[in-house]
């Protein structure tokens, strides 16, 4: 089978072609526009060109089927025309802070705590502050909403976008009415939701795609990434390590955590959940760092010093207040690869404080750990992931491309889901990291409380 797909991100905007398994990539950056503090946008004309630019490079012939994912909480406001209000809000924007609280006490419902990143706070702070904007407004799109109805002139929205929103009834699957109609958001402006994979339409228009071939609704990309690398059997826990780096298990039903830390949406198909903790931005400090000093040494020694870039777990209070971006211990005897391998080690430490708590939440340990992403396309981080949690490490790659190509099939009659990747990497020795990883957790607590960000 021949999918395409789109992958629509906060900095880069990639397109795949799987073609029985061979995949071919193409990417092209993306300008973000920062307006005023704490505002992150994006230009939709830039987008789509950009989209068709790098279908382009990876089309080469008729395809089954093409689908999309993005960036979860990002939206378009459109007028009654289909004409875009201004540019699409990204993910990253927190202009909804002060009406993040709307969630306060929504977990069972919305599976989320308040969080400035939120979709529904974002559309809040869009209603107080532009209310002739809002008034304009006819509907409200997911990016990934946006791009299917570029391509097909169809308007939806898949359900795990309205999840990662807060604005969905995770377990209904559905839109949250009450609580929209509650807070004055409501749901006129909203689209039907519909299920992952779900044939949307057919491309239109002149998109690198042949007319009439079949749009498939894609999901969440953390969603679709743990699909493709096996992640949606129960027990499996997906880390999708790139900039960011969300830790996510499937479930049969969706998480009720007393302590309400993961964040809960639907999967990728209608009979799974996700339960999902994250570890911050490590992967963006380790980026800044190999552009500054590029290194070969050996990060799976421990490093003499502490680097504070991530969460060691998934909660309010650590997602509110951060500890700053930090490198702790330096003294004239370090070097740049001590940096490098600190920052390495960050990230394998918060993989593993998210990963164990999200075993706390589901009550049970992971069958598999399973690593994948951009950060970990050199191999190292998952061998660092198997020698701090001890366990034995599944390495997945192209891992959208095989969720993708699931979705397609089974719009088209029925295939198992992938199974886990067939690259494994051993168990290490946990003993020589237990006293870093305690020194780690404890530096990063005691920074969150007295430098808070």
């Not at 604005?167 to 006129?188: K, N, Q, S, Y």
């Not at 992971?366 to 599944?394: C, I």
């Not at 029925?414 to 946990?430: I, M």
Request: aromatic letters at 6%; glycine letters at 10%.
């Amino acid at each position: 089978m021949r999918v395409a797909g789109l992958d629509a991100g906060g900095s880069a905007v990639k397109a795949w072609l799987w073609d029985d398994g061979a995949v071919r990539t193409s990417e092209l950056a993306l300008p973000v526009l920062r307006p005023a503090p704490h505002r992150v946008e994006l230009d939709l004309a830039v987008l789509e060109s950009a989209c068709r630019a790098v279908l382009h490079d990876v089309v080469d012939g008729p395809v089954d089927a093409v689908t999309v994912s993005s960036m979860r909480q990002a939206f378009a406001l459109l007028d009654a025309d289909g004409l875009p209000l201004g540019p699409a809000v990204l993910n990253s924007d927190r202009r909804g802070a002060a009406h993040a609280q709307v969630l306060a006490g929504t977990h069972d419902l919305t599976g989320h705590w308040p969080a400035p990143e939120l979709t529904l706070p974002k559309l809040l702070a869009v209603q107080a502050d532009e209310p002739e904007r809002w008034a304009a407004t006819t509907r409200v799109l997911f990016v990934h909403d946006w791009l299917l109805w570029r391509l097909t002139g169809e308007q939806v929205t898949e359900a795990s976008y309205a999840c990662a929103g807060g604005m969905a009834d995770v377990a209904a699957r559905t839109w949250a009415t009450g609580l929209l109609e509650h807070c004055g958001v409501g749901t006129a402006r909203l689209a039907p939701v519909v299920e992952a994979g779900t044939v949307v339409g057919a491309v239109r228009g002149r998109w690198p795609v042949a007319e009439g071939t079949p749009v498939l609704a894609g999901c969440g990309d953390t969603q679709l990434a743990a699909v493709g690398a096996g992640g949606l059997a129960d027990g499996v826990v997906t880390v999708v390590a790139g900039s960011s780096t969300p830790v996510i298990a499937a479930s049969s039903s969706p998480v009720r955590d007393p302590l309400s830390r993961p964040w809960v949406s639907t999967h990728a198909a209608p009979d799974r959940w996700a339960a999902e903790g994250n570890a911050g931005y490590p992967g963006t400090a380790s980026g800044w760092w190999a552009g500054l000093a590029p290194s070969a040494g050996d990060a799976l020694v421990p490093s003499p010093v502490v680097a504070v870039t991530a969460a060691p777990w998934w909660s309010e209070p650590t997602w509110a207040v951060k500890p700053p971006v930090s490198v702790v211990g330096l003294a004239p005897t370090t070097t740049a690869d001590d940096v490098r391998a600190a920052l390495l080690q960050a990230h394998a430490f918060a993989v593993r404080g998210n990963v164990e708590d999200l075993e706390r939440a589901l009550g049970r340990t992971a069958s598999a750990v399973v690593v994948t992403g951009g950060a970990a396309r050199d191999g190292v981080l998952p061998r660092l992931v198997a020698a701090v949690l001890g366990r034995e490490v599944r390495h997945g790659r192209d891992s959208a491309g095989a969720g993708g190509a699931w979705l397609a099939a089974r719009a088209f009659g029925g295939a198992d889901a992938p199974a886990l990747p067939d690259d494994v990497v051993p168990a290490g020795d946990p003993g020589p990291w237990e006293e870093p990883y305690r020194r780690w957790v404890e530096v990063t607590e005691a920074l969150r409380a007295a430098l808070p960000e």
